[in-house]
């Protein structure tokens, strides 16, 4: 075993098989090691530096199925919201004034909005804040969209995979979606030249460790700048209501492992990971990430971008999230920093 992860610290990386091993035989002896050496190499890459990007969902329709996601299409219980353009130019004003520079327009895939009112959107928000960076994450979208956002001024563009097994994919979502189009996507968005970010959610339904080690050799082969993983967490309006939680454990080794693999990367503690473990954003810094994505949603609206049960900060105003996040942040040594937190090779 210690071989392994020996191998994993000097050539930052193993292969397949071991990683296999690794999952199935890790302990609370292994993941400490992993988590101090992950730790370590973001010292070493970004200081005591915790960047921050706001979170703005600004739509819950989807035209999807995903069988996970509580925002689905069908999911009648589900209450729909759209935010104006003034609503969402209004959170980013907030967020500048608490010194993000760094905004992410999410939302489930919502034909609503045509490749023209993104396009706007991104460059009203750049005309207004040019010193801050805009991530989309909007889904699948046509090579040609995916340009006409970036001429617009989009800078990054977060779409997790998922999950890299096609087989595991399909029991994930409905037979309309395939990975074959979401990793064409991702090789799309990267060609045209954004900040690109895939990932996957951990303990999902019908997971492998198999399925795990999959993910991992992907990320090899994409070499994204971004990725986003948090443990799977049930809802209880989707056929998976029944099926149990990821891990945070195991969620944190995973971090550690990117972290380790991949020392520049831009590599958030999510918030499904502060969900399930309430000191799940120190824990992750602690396992090697550097990123943190609080909402800047309005209050009002929180509740109902509801991807899984019990999603925390729903309620809190954002001047509160910023201070509470901030201290947690100071109490681990880190430093929450006004920059763009761009991907850079060094
Ligand atoms: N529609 C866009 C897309 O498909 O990329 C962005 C929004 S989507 C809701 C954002 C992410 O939420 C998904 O990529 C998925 O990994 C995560 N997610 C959805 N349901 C979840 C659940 N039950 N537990 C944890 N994460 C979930």
Same mark, same amino acid.
């Given at each position: 075993?210690?071989?392994?992860?020996?191998?994993?610290?000097?050539?930052?990386?193993?292969?397949?098989?071991?990683?296999?091993?690794?999952?199935?035989?890790?302990?609370?002896?292994? $993941?400490?090691?992993?988590?101090?050496?992950?730790?370590?190499?973001?010292?070493?890459?970004? +200081?005591?530096?915790?960047?921050?990007? @706001?979170?703005?969902?600004?739509?819950?329709?989807?035209?999807? @199925?995903?069988?996970?996601?509580?925002?689905?299409?069908?999911?009648?219980?589900?209450?729909?919201?759209? !935010?104006?353009?003034?609503?969402? #130019?209004?959170?980013?004003?907030?967020?500048?004034?608490?010194?993000?520079?760094?905004?992410?327009?999410? /939302? @489930?895939?919502?034909?609503?909005?045509?490749?023209?009112?993104?396009? =706007?959107?991104?460059?009203?928000?750049?005309?207004?804040?040019?010193?801050?960076?805009?991530?989309?994450?909007?889904?699948?979208?046509?090579?040609?969209?995916?340009?006409?956002?970036?001429?617009?001024?989009? =800078?990054?563009?977060?779409?997790?995979?998922?999950?890299?097994?096609?087989?595991?994919?399909?029991?994930?979502?409905?037979? =309309?979606?395939?990975?074959?189009?979401?990793?064409?996507?991702?090789?799309?968005?990267?060609?045209? +030249?954004?900040?690109? +970010?895939? /990932?996957?959610?951990?303990?999902?339904?019908?997971?492998?460790?198999?399925?795990?080690?999959?993910?991992?050799?992907?990320?090899?082969?994409?070499?994204?700048?971004?990725?986003?993983? +948090?443990?799977?967490?049930?809802?209880?309006?989707?056929?998976?209501?029944?099926?149990?939680?990821?891990?945070?454990? !195991?969620?944190?080794?995973?971090?550690?492992?990117?972290?380790?693999?991949?020392?520049?990367?831009?590599?958030?503690?999510?918030?499904?990971?502060?969900?399930?473990?309430?000191?799940?954003?120190?824990?992750?810094? #602690?396992?090697?990430?550097?990123? #943190?994505?609080?909402? #800047?949603?309005?209050?009002?609206?929180?509740?109902?971008?509801? !991807?899984? $049960?019990?999603?925390?900060?729903?309620?809190?105003?954002?001047?509160?999230?910023?201070?509470?996040?901030?201290?947690?942040?100071?109490?681990?040594?880190?430093?929450?920093?006004?920059?763009?937190? =761009?991907?850079?090779?060094?």
């Amino acid at each position: 075993m210690l071989n392994i992860v020996n191998k994993l610290i000097e050539n930052k990386s193993i292969e397949k098989d071991e990683m296999i091993y690794l999952l199935k035989n890790r302990d609370i002896s292994i $993941d400490k090691i992993l988590a101090d050496k992950a730790s370590e190499i973001r010292n070493n890459n970004f +200081g005591n530096k915790i960047y921050i990007r @706001g979170l703005i969902e600004f739509t819950n329709y989807c035209k999807n @199925g995903c069988y996970y996601c509580g925002i689905n299409k069908s999911n009648k219980n589900a209450q729909r919201y759209r !935010l104006t353009k003034q609503e969402i #130019l209004e959170c980013c004003k907030q967020g500048y004034s608490f010194g993000f520079r760094s905004f992410v327009l999410q /939302g @489930g895939e919502d034909n609503f909005y045509s490749d023209r009112d993104i396009e =706007d959107l991104v460059y009203s928000i750049k005309e207004k804040y040019d010193d801050c960076a805009v991530t989309l994450s909007i889904g699948e979208k046509s090579y040609e969209s995916y340009l006409a956002y970036f001429n617009a001024g989009a =800078d990054r563009y977060l779409l997790r995979h998922e999950t890299a097994d096609p087989n595991h994919y399909k029991m994930l979502h409905p037979k =309309d979606m395939s990975l074959e189009n979401r990793k064409k996507c991702l090789y799309n968005l990267k060609e045209i +030249g954004y900040q690109t +970010g895939c /990932g996957f959610m951990v303990g999902s339904p019908y997971q492998s460790f198999e399925n795990i080690a999959e993910d991992i050799e992907f990320i090899k082969e994409l070499k994204p700048h971004m990725i986003g993983i +948090g443990p799977f967490i049930s809802h209880k309006d989707t056929i998976f209501s029944e099926f149990k939680n990821g891990s945070a454990e !195991l969620t944190l080794f995973l971090l550690s492992i990117l972290r380790i693999m991949m020392p520049r990367v831009l590599l958030p503690a999510t918030t499904a990971l502060a969900t399930l473990d309430p000191m799940g954003r120190e824990k992750g810094i #602690l396992a090697g990430a550097n990123v #943190l994505m609080p909402n #800047l949603s309005p209050v009002s609206v929180r509740k109902k971008y509801s !991807l899984y $049960d019990n999603k925390i900060c729903t309620s809190d105003e954002a001047a509160e999230c910023n201070m509470c996040l901030r201290n947690r942040v100071k109490s681990i040594g880190c430093e929450i920093v006004e920059q763009r937190g =761009d991907y850079s090779e060094e």
